[in-house]
DNA sequence: TTCAGGATGTACT
DNA sequence: GTACATCCTGAAC
């Protein structure tokens, strides 16, 4: 299990994106190990992103996490009631990250459905399976993460990030980001990444 | 299976 | 006061 170093974070933006699909996220907390694959990000760059909380190195309370180092993360509260998870790229001063959006679980599926709904994964009703973790704020809710975890290192013990099964070049779809309609022409970007293999 | 609408609190103007 | 990188419920089909 190999754990990505600072120097994979401190790269393009719009690479790491893409190079973090098929990646395995760790959380660790309550005891309990839990490890999924990625399968959907975005990137959000300060310097050029109206999308982005930091657009034009705008420095406010909230944002400052996005200046951070490479290999940060940066969770944050959104809509009142869920948190989004995103790791934090290029050299400390450039606000960019990357926002995790979707992922499958890895190990014990049962332990994240117990957190997510309190039962066995095979007792999810089908509604349940298909929201299971495909979107940012049910990914925090099945990760137990929220903005407590803003600014925590992803070198330390608690949340990290491993080799897992990089996507294939043929896999990875790039498309629009999703809820952004406010940011002009950010608004068509194609920053955000998916796994095709995946449903 | 899809859709509309409400929940909810923080940051920022 | 307004907008927000969303999710869930319940009703209609």
């Not at 992803?154 to 996507?167: C, I, N, S």
Request: hydrophobic fraction near 35%; include cysteine.
């Amino acid at each position: 299990m190999e754990i990505l170093t600072q120097d994979f974070y401190n790269r393009d933006t719009l690479t790491v994106a893409r190079d973090l699909l098929g990646r395995h996220i760790v959380r660790r907390v309550q005891g309990r190990e839990l490890i999924c694959r990625i399968s959907e990000t975005e990137a959000y760059i300060g310097r050029s992103d109206k999308a982005c909380h930091a657009y034009g190195y705008k420095r406010t309370k909230r944002s400052e996490t996005l200046f951070a180092a490479p290999g940060t993360a940066y969770i944050y509260l959104i809509y009142g009631m869920y948190d989004c998870l995103n790791f934090v790229t290029e050299p400390e001063g450039e606000p960019a990250a990357v926002l995790i959006r979707c992922a499958e679980p890895v190990s014990d599926a049962d332990v994240f459905s117990q957190i997510r709904f309190s039962c066995n994964f095979d007792e999810m009703t089908a509604y349940q399976r298909k929201n299971f973790m495909n979107g940012p704020g049910k990914l925090c809710r099945a990760l137990c993460l929220s903005r407590g975890q803003n600014g925590l290192s992803l070198f330390g013990d608690e949340l990290l990030v491993t080799q897992g099964k990089p996507a294939k070049a043929e896999n990875v779809k790039t498309g629009k980001r999703i809820g952004i309609d406010y940011a002009d022409e950010a608004t068509d970007f194609l920053w955000r990444f998916t796994l095709s293999e995946n449903a």
